[in-house]
């Protein structure tokens, strides 16, 4: 078992920054990869970035390429997103997810075993 719990989140300005954070507790935390989701009001919650267990490996969704940074201490067991010249469109409740069933399937929310529970990001227009 793994439980996760998101913190950093808040209300920033148009042309702010935030950093997310995920504590990992319970099983070895340098063993699986790790993931960023997003959920905005009234849509499906959608990939934002992914990062392979030893941090080797880390793939974006297209609208957050050069913005965001998916980041991880194995040594403190948490993984990070900087997130960077945020925007309206940002605002979303924002989700770490942990073990994907396979490193190919990072961005398929069916793939994930664990999921935090999720921290409100709001950037007004």
């Known amino acids: 078992q793994v439980q996760l719990v998101e913190s950093g989140g808040g209300l920033v300005q148009a042309g702010g920054s935030l950093r997310l954070s995920c504590a990992a507790s319970?099983?070895?935390?340098?063993?699986?990869?790790m993931a960023w989701f997003r959920q905005a009001p009234g849509k499906e919650r959608e990939f934002v970035a992914a990062?392979?267990?030893?941090?080797?490996?880390?793939n974006y969704a297209d609208s957050v390429k050069g913005r965001f940074t998916i980041s991880r201490d194995n040594a403190k067991n948490t993984v990070y997103l900087q997130m960077n010249s945020l925007d309206p469109d940002t605002t979303a409740v924002y989700y770490c997810?942990?073990?994907?069933?396979?490193?190919?399937?990072?961005?398929?929310?069916?793939?994930?075993?664990?999921w935090g529970q999720g921290s409100q990001d709001t950037v007004p227009s």
């Open positions: 997810a942990a073990e994907p069933d396979n490193y190919n399937t990072y961005a398929n929310t069916d793939s994930y075993n664990y």
């Open positions: 990062i392979s267990w030893i941090g080797s490996t880390t």
């Open positions: 319970g099983r070895t935390f340098s063993t699986y990869s």
